[in-house]
């Protein structure tokens, strides 16, 4: 692990404009991001080619990588496996839009995560719909020149990929050259897993972490929470990951001044010695 491999996002500048995010980046020494795309940065709905041509001319400006495009599809209607025909052939298009950014980013991996299906229907029936949409996003990012990175969610946001050995399945059924797996280390706490359990069930197959601290939940700066966090990197350090770590930082309360959160953040890491 070195220092390029700690990423951070702009998932905590919400209430900055983008120019002070990358301002941000650079006070931080940041080489690489992870774009969420969301408004106000980039809201994907309304933006155009040539939108995204001048966010990337910004974030060149200011000599920085997009590691990983993500797009906002948690607070957005967006459900892979939707009964609802309408409504999951919306989101299979908005994700191939999603795709679309992150290969004019030029962003090696784009994150896209499992979709849900009503508790009171049959879940094989919620999952082979999720399946044959993942199916179509794995073919069109290959295209795309871009790679997903397949995200497990929590109980109250998807009954199909909580467990790693969840993710697994679906993996199986989807994976390949274009559709790799992630994990979120606060998530997966939820349910008293870790990298391990992950790295353990599909090893190089997990291309992309989510790195944050929890109580478990609220996606806190590392540090602020109780999860085991040196024991997560000792975990990952012994399978050989050697990807990117995002430093997903959401809680709230970081949002008014996020910069100090991120610093933290990094530097948790470096008084440690893990870089």
Not at 3 to 28: A, E
Not at 44 to 54: P, T
Not at 216 to 235: C, E, K, M, N
Request: charged share 25%.
């Amino acid at each position: 692990m070195n220092r390029d491999n700690i990423v951070c996002g702009n998932y905590s500048y919400g209430l900055f404009s983008l120019d002070y995010f990358l301002d941000s980046m650079n006070r931080l020494n940041q080489t690489n991001i992870e774009f969420w795309g969301a408004g106000p940065h980039l809201y994907q709905d309304e933006c155009s080619v040539s939108d995204v041509d001048a966010i990337v001319k910004k974030i060149r400006s200011h000599h920085l990588n997009v590691i990983c495009y993500t797009p906002e599809q948690c607070m957005y209607p967006v459900n892979i496996a939707s009964r609802e025909k309408g409504i999951r052939d919306w989101s299979v298009n908005y994700l191939k839009r999603s795709l679309e950014i992150a290969s004019q980013m030029e962003a090696p991996r784009t994150l896209i995560t499992i979709g849900q299906g009503y508790r009171n229907e049959s879940r094989d029936e919620a999952w082979a719909r999720c399946r044959d949409s993942l199916l179509q996003l794995a073919e069109y990012a290959g295209k795309m020149g871009t790679t997903i990175m397949l995200e497990h969610l929590t109980k109250t946001t998807t009954n199909l990929c909580v467990t790693a050995s969840q993710l697994k399945d679906m993996l199986q059924e989807t994976g390949g050259p274009s559709l790799k797996a992630m994990v979120d280390v606060d998530m997966a706490a939820r349910v008293g897993e870790g990298p391990r359990e992950y790295l353990e069930a599909m090893g190089k197959d997990i291309q992309h972490v989510h790195f944050i601290d929890g109580m478990p939940g609220g996606h806190l700066a590392l540090g602020d929470g109780i999860l085991p966090l040196d024991q997560y990197v000792r975990d990952l350090e012994y399978f050989g990951y050697d990807q990117y770590l995002t430093l997903e930082i959401l809680s709230d309360k970081y949002h008014e001044n996020p910069e100090p959160a991120y610093a933290q953040s990094i530097g948790w890491f470096t008084a440690r010695g893990f870089i």
